[in-house]
């Protein structure tokens, strides 16, 4: 009897534990408060430090990014983070009271982990992780070319620099020698738990991938936009060495990936179809990406496993891909196939559903115009000043040296800040298709 009775005393503590909610709010918390709702926490960082396993956080309207502001949240335990509460909590609505990840100028995400919010040494198997209605932006903490280079008329900054230059950012674009830090804004390190949800967010101005990393579970990532990704949008693969981990990215929307450089050679895909996952991508919008919406040109390299491998696209809709909507091997590197051609594409295991946006009047007063038409005519040039028969050149041939040149190359635009305001008019753009209006 005594071991019955201890036993449900156990129990009832753990569902009390499990039970614990806790409130941030940045404008009317404190740190040294209780994170109840009567004296909620500022910061969301300090939430996530005391929650018990399994603990519901509520947050507030507000700017949170890491402790003393240090550009990085680090979520190290299983817990549920809900944002867009206004300051007492009775009501949410993750448009008009936004819980914004968005480090400033000062706070560019260089002092931990590889992304502005990392979710990173969790091992509870049978745990969730829940982050819904944050909108992460780092398009103020993001170098801009100093010329004044790929400005295209009526986009609001000049294009951004390469990973580990400096230039000129913040918000008002007058803060010189800002740093572009190469971070995804939600990086997964590898999660041992039962299930990620990434639901109702905002990925905006990403200057590496959205959302990436090694996963140990079930990861969902539904009704979020990514808007204006360096790289990608989602690149996640599996860390079990004999299970696919099962991904299903559905009703997201997708606009204007780049690539790596600004000669648009390589990267700039929505999804990736990555090794050690089953990935289930559903009713997104997947358009304006300057190599191809869906990348399924990772092999597995037992070929048991890739032969079992799922890669669905369904009901999904596309625009405005530069090479194509899938890119698959073949060809020497890449092939791409536009979704007219998608059934006769082996790699993708289920086709229905997808089509072509074909009225782009439907996205009139939603996608900002003058970055769109920058996005489309987007080019990129090199030149090349060499004279054999210069002075020095014959000099240095005559010496065995090797002869000198210079070369001076130029994009149109690349990776240019997209306004933020803008990026949110893309929730419920379309109906049944990409973010919806969130709930």
């Not at 991904?247 to 929505?270: A, H, I, P, Q």
């Not at 890739?306 to 009901?315: F, G, I, M, P």
């Not at 030149?383 to 014959?394: E, L, R, V």
């Amino acid at each position: 009897m005594k071991r019955l009775v201890l036993l449900a005393v156990t129990m009832l503590f753990a569902l009390t534990i499990s039970a614990q909610t806790y409130y941030v709010s940045k404008s009317t918390g404190s740190n040294r408060g209780d994170g109840s709702k009567e004296k909620p926490y500022k910061n969301l960082q300090k939430a996530i430090d005391v929650a018990e396993e399994g603990a519901t956080i509520y947050v507030a309207e507000g700017n949170y990014f890491g402790t003393l502001d240090i550009g990085n949240i680090n979520v190290t335990k299983c817990v549920k983070i809900y944002g867009g509460y206004n300051t007492d909590f009775s009501t949410r609505d993750i448009l008009k009271y936004r819980t914004l990840v968005q480090p400033d100028a000062a706070s560019n995400g260089t002092s931990k982990g590889r992304g502005t919010m990392n979710i990173t040494g969790i091992n509870n198997p049978a745990g969730e992780i829940v982050i819904d209605g944050l909108l992460f932006d780092r398009g103020n903490s993001i170098s801009y070319n100093v010329k004044g280079e790929g400005k295209p008329d009526g986009v609001e900054c000049p294009m951004m620099n390469a990973i580990g230059t400096a230039g000129k950012g913040g918000a008002n674009l007058d803060e010189a020698s800002v740093l572009t830090t190469e971070t995804r804004e939600l990086h997964l390190d590898n999660p041992n738990c039962k299930q990620v949800t990434i639901k109702n967010c905002a990925f905006v101005n990403a200057p590496n991938y959205g959302v990436g990393g090694q996963i140990h579970c079930k990861l969902v990532i539904e009704n979020n936009l990514f808007i204006n990704c360096r790289m990608m949008a989602c690149d996640v693969w599996g860390g079990d060495a004999k299970e696919n981990m099962t991904v299903e990215f559905k009703y997201n929307t997708v606009l204007f990936v780049w690539t790596r450089l600004k000669d648009f050679g390589d990267m700039g895909y929505g999804f990736r179809y990555n090794n050690g996952t089953n990935c289930y991508v559903d009713h997104n919008i997947l358009g304006c990406c300057t190599f191809s919406a869906l990348d399924r040109c990772r092999i597995e390299g037992d070929k048991s496993r890739e032969a079992k491998k799922v890669a669905e696209s369904t009901n999904n809709m596309f625009f405005l891909n530069k090479r194509g909507d899938v890119a698959i091997p073949g060809g020497g590197l890449f092939k791409f196939v536009n979704v007219e051609e998608f059934e006769d594409c082996e790699q993708l295991t289920e086709i229905d559903g997808c089509v072509r946006l074909n009225d782009p009047s439907v996205l009139k007063g939603k996608i900002n115009e003058a970055y769109l038409n920058g996005f489309i005519g987007a080019s990129y040039k090199e030149k090349t000043d060499y004279d054999p028969n210069s002075s020095a050149n014959q000099f240095r041939a005559a010496m065995g040296m090797n002869q000198v040149g210079t070369m001076t190359s130029s994009a149109t635009m690349f990776a240019n800040r997209y306004p933020f305001e803008d990026a949110l008019k893309m929730f419920g753009a379309i109906k049944g298709y990409g973010a919806q209006m969130p709930k």
